[in-house]
Each structure stands twice: as structure tokens, then as C-alpha cells.
């Protein structure tokens, strides 16, 4: 069955960065926004960004990766990135992406999503 593909992820130390890349099948792609989430040991899954289909592409975040986080997609690819700056070790868990529907609801059964671990 068809799912999100992540990659990217990594050790890094606080301060570090490293950037995610995620591919999504399917040609509605480029009409669907995309999302980040993460998902650290034994909590709930988090939506960390996301991003506008359209033109301009506006991105939202989670409060606490502002100004840290970068959201884009490429839609001629299939593509939607994640560059993330000055990382903490609380930024550490399995990053996972996925579009939505207009309602908001996530379309993809979830990928395998890519370990990110921020530690000295």
C-alpha cells in the first residue's frame, strides 16, 4: 500500500541541524496541504508544520519550533521538506509526514517516518 516516504533523519547535537525530506505518491498532491508531525517515545503524535497547497505556500508551526523550523514543498516532485535549525533535545522522536483533505484530515496511512535524536 502506497505511504508517505521520509528520510533524512539522524543523530545530531543540540544546536545542530538537519533537514527532512518526505515523498508523497498520488497527483492530487500539489492541491493537498502537507504536514510534519512528530512523535516522541511515549507520547501522542504532534503536528509540528504545516503548509498551503497554493501559491505562496503559507506555513504554520508549532509554537515551540518557531523560528527554528522551515516547512517547503516541491509539488513538481512530490516533495515537502522539513530544514531544522538550532535543535534541541526535545526535538528528538520519529518525524512522519502526510497531506490533508479540506477538512484537515490526514489522507496517507502513515510511513515508516525518519528517527531524528538531538543529543550531546
Known amino acids: 500500500q502506497v505511504r508517505p516516504v521520509e528520510s533524512g533523519g539522524g543523530l545530531v547535537q543540540p544546536g545542530g541541524s538537519l533537514k527532512l525530506s518526505c515523498r508523497i505518491a498520488?497527483?492530487?498532491?500539489?492541491?493537498?496541504?502537507a504536514a510534519w508531525y512528530r512523535q516522541a517515545p511515549g507520547q501522542p503524535r504532534e503536528l509540528v508544520a504545516s503548509?498551503?497547497?497554493?501559491?505562496?505556500?503559507?506555513?504554520e508551526y508549532v509554537e515551540s519550533v518557531k523560528g527554528r523550523f522551515t516547512i517547503s514543498r516541491d509539488n513538481a516532485k512530490g516533495m515537502v521538506y522539513l530544514q531544522m535549525n538550532s535543535l534541541k533535545p526535545e526535538d528528538t522522536g520519529i518525524y512522519l509526514c502526510n497531506t490533508w483533505t479540506s477538512s484537515g484530515a490526514t489522507i496517507w496511512n502513515w510511513g515508516q517516518g525518519t528517527q531524528v535524536t538531538v543529543s550531546p
Open positions: 503548509v498551503a497547497p497554493g501559491p505562496g505556500s503559507s506555513a
Open positions: 498520488g497527483n492530487s498532491f500539489s492541491i493537498r496541504a
